[in-house]
């Protein structure tokens, strides 16, 4: 299985973002977590911002948006020219027409769920996305202890995806850290989201590499 590491840049300096970028390049994606300061008590980053970011950085985004009425506005965000947007369950109305939206715009669709929420009504859905998002935090904050009761929800969607036969990706975030990444992996993760675990050491590269290796050790 390929394990993909995508730094979130919610750990990096606001006012360096550019240089804190261009130092994950041994990563494969970088993360964008989008808050309205409504879906999730903190505000990030808008349309304006992911734009100037997908000019300057030297790796696809991935861009998380936590933000209600997704439908309206998650498609925006793939005319941005983005790699890949995922938005929430709980922030949309038709979860099935807005992951065609955002296809239909050239970006890949991802859904994500809290930890709360239930997997099973979205199983059937599967082949409209191209990557599920298990927060294994609740969604707002970085720096939170990871959550292994949202492992099952990863298990019953390992199960699904190779069931079908489908390439879509298995995405954790929250927590992820050298301790945890190998949870995750043998639950069936093979894309971490990790914001301090990367920006919090010494040697970004090195601990992306750690990240990388810990997460193989253990994936299927």
């Known amino acids: 299985m390929t394990v993909r590491i995508n730094p979130s840049i919610l750990s990096a300096d606001f ?3 550019q240089r804190d970028v261009e130092r994950i390049a041994s990563a494969d994606f970088v993360h964008v ?4 300061n409504h879906f999730v008590p903190n505000l990030t ?6 734009g100037r970011l997908q000019a300057i950085s030297p790796l696809p985004l991935d861009v998380h948006l936590m933000i ?20 929430h369950a709980e922030a949309a109305l038709d979860v099935v027409e807005t992951a065609r939206a955002l296809r239909d715009r050239g970006s890949r669709a991802g859904l994500a769920v809290k930890p709360g929420t239930d ?3 979205y199983l059937e859905l599967l082949p409209e996305f191209d990557q599920v998002l298990v927060m294994t935090v609740e969604p707002g904050f970085g720096g939170q202890s990871f959550m292994t009761g949202t492992m099952p929800k990863l298990r019953a969607l390992r199960q699904a995806v190779d069931a079908l036969g489908l390439d879509v990706w298995l995405q954790v975030d929250g927590g992820i850290t050298l301790d945890t990444i190998g949870i995750a992996a043998e639950a069936g993760a093979d894309t971490f989201v990790a914001g301090s675990a990367v920006y919090g050491r010494e040697s970004v590269e090195h601990a992306i590499g750690e ?3 810990a997460a193989e050790a253990h994936s299927h």
Do not use: K
């Open 15 to 17: 006012v360096n973002l």
């Open 33 to 36: 977590d989008v808050m309205d």
């Open 45 to 50: 980053f808008g349309t304006q911002m992911v």
């Open 68 to 87: 209600s009425d997704a439908d309206r506005w998650a498609p925006g965000y793939a005319e941005l020219g983005v790699f890949s947007v995922t938005f």
């Open 119 to 121: 997997i099973e009504p």
């Open 211 to 213: 990240l990388r290796a």
